[in-house]
């Protein structure tokens, strides 16, 4: 019956899920998106869908954003898969491709989530003191000479801060940044109950949980 029905199923949106859309279509013009990118591919059933969603939305609006992990050395590899498709997606669609440097830069890895998240809160120009290849002269620059960073000065300059996890170190970004930015959460359905209460008190502004945050994002 599923196969040859052409009902259409309900969706109500979670509040928490329209919370998030809410913050995500509402980023200043011009405002820089940071993404945690804290998941593998172990969790790619809801978190691909994430940050998919996620992308799309950015795109669309031509915010620019920069990414990257406090949790895995294996997430820089999953996410920029996720990238090459979203652009792949949007080329078909005769769309502007993301392009490295001048819409977003890719931050990698960075080791223990407790001291970077720590020191993002203090010092984000410290931490993100990385180099960048800018493509078109082919040279290595300072990721803040970028126009995706170049008017970031703390944290708190970000449009919005978005996590997406499957673990628990969302509760550390809380801990260490909710008083500093603007942070909203998309994440396993594990990982939803705990970090509900956070959204309760006020500490994050929105949260997806599992594969519903996603259909309800996209609904």
Not at 52 to 67: D, G, Q, T, W, Y
Not at 142 to 152: A, C, L, R
Request: charged share 25%; glycine share 8%.
């Amino acid at each position: 019956f599923p196969v040859f029905s052409s009902i259409v199923l309900p969706c109500e949106p979670s509040p928490t899920a329209q919370a998030l859309y809410h913050q995500l279509m509402t980023v200043p013009e011009g405002k820089t998106v940071f993404i945690q990118s804290d998941w593998t591919i172990s969790t790619r059933g809801e978190n691909a869908g994430h940050v998919e969603a996620l992308l799309r939305i950015v795109m669309s609006r031509k915010l620019k954003f920069a990414i990257y992990t406090v949790a895995d050395p294996q997430a820089p590899g999953v996410y920029r898969e996720y990238i090459r498709r979203i652009n792949e997606e949007r080329k078909k669609a005769g769309l502007k491709e993301y392009k490295q440097w001048e819409d977003y830069v890719d931050l990698a890895y960075f080791p223990n989530a407790e001291g970077t998240l720590v020191a993002i809160g203090l010092d984000v120009r410290k931490v993100f003191n990385k180099r960048v290849k800018d493509p078109s002269s082919g040279q290595d620059r300072p990721v803040f000479e970028s126009p995706v960073m170049k008017d970031v000065y703390k944290v708190g300059d970000a449009g919005l801060y978005v996590v997406i996890t499957a673990s628990s170190s969302v509760d550390r970004t809380i801990e260490r940044l909710n008083d500093k930015t603007k942070i909203v959460v998309m994440c396993t359905g594990v990982i939803g109950p705990s970090t509900l209460p956070f959204y309760q008190s006020g500490q994050i502004k929105g949260v997806g949980i599992g594969l519903k945050g996603v259909v309800d994002m996209e609904y």
